[in-house]
């Protein structure tokens, strides 16, 4: 995902790495999914990315293998961590999973690598891009994230959106249509050769291999 737009007009300081350019992995889906299941395995890929990832389960936790192609990551080797998950148990019968950060040793949902390690947002010291960006660029940004949940094209017309998308529910269909609606009725715009995706998020892209599979 190309950031350098937000330079212009002094609208994004000088910064590192944010959580918008980070591929992320979210212990809780894993689980919810049943895939942290002891002497299993499973890969994760982000073909618009060019990276893949595979994850083995032991009784500890999971190691994962990560490898990145295009941008001068092909001659890298696989990168292979490991991570302890630690399930504590909650009042109500349940379990909460989540990652144990090796850096910090912190219990973390969610963790996130910016080039082949995965650390936690506090390690890697990662900030969300709409915290460096003005009020008008953040309502940009997040009518171009309600255009890609909606699964429109872009800058379409809130008046125009009648359909839902598949697996969405009528309440929040029409709750991100009139959100939609409001910020355009502000004057808010898509920003010129946006076209912006959703995150890597490890749902839809299983969900899209799934189907590209059934299909051949």
């Not at 980070?22 to 894993?30: G, T």
């Not at 919810?32 to 990315?49: M, N, S, Y």
């Not at 990662?126 to 699964?151: N, P, Q």
Request: glycine fraction near 8%.
């Amino acid at each position: 995902m190309d950031f350098s737009r937000f330079k212009r007009e002094g609208d994004l300081k000088a910064r590192g790495p944010v959580l918008d350019d980070c591929f992320a992995l979210d212990v809780r889906v894993w689980a919810r999914e049943g895939k942290l299941i002891p002497r299993t395995a499973f890969r994760v890929d982000w073909p618009e990315h060019g990276a893949f990832l595979g994850v083995s389960v032991d009784a500890e936790g999971v190691v994962l293998l990560f490898k990145r192609l295009g941008d001068g990551y092909e001659a890298l080797p696989i990168a292979e961590e490991r991570f302890r998950v630690i399930r504590t148990p909650t009042p109500f019968g349940g379990t909460h999973t989540r990652f144990i950060c090796p850096d910090c040793e912190r219990r973390v949902w969610k963790l996130f690598a910016h080039e082949v390690t995965f650390r936690c947002q506090r390690c890697l010291g990662l900030r969300r891009l709409s915290g460096l960006v003005s009020a008008r660029e953040r309502k940009a940004m997040r009518l171009e994230k309600i255009d890609a949940r909606l699964r429109i094209v872009p800058g379409m017309p809130a008046a125009f959106v009648s359909r839902k998308p598949e697996g969405m529910s009528l309440q929040a269909f029409r709750k991100l249509r009139d959100e939609k609606a409001a910020l355009e009725a502000e004057g808010v715009k898509v920003r010129p050769g946006s076209g912006l995706t959703p995150s890597p998020n490890i749902l839809d892209v299983m969900e899209r291999l799934k189907r590209a599979q059934s299909a051949h």
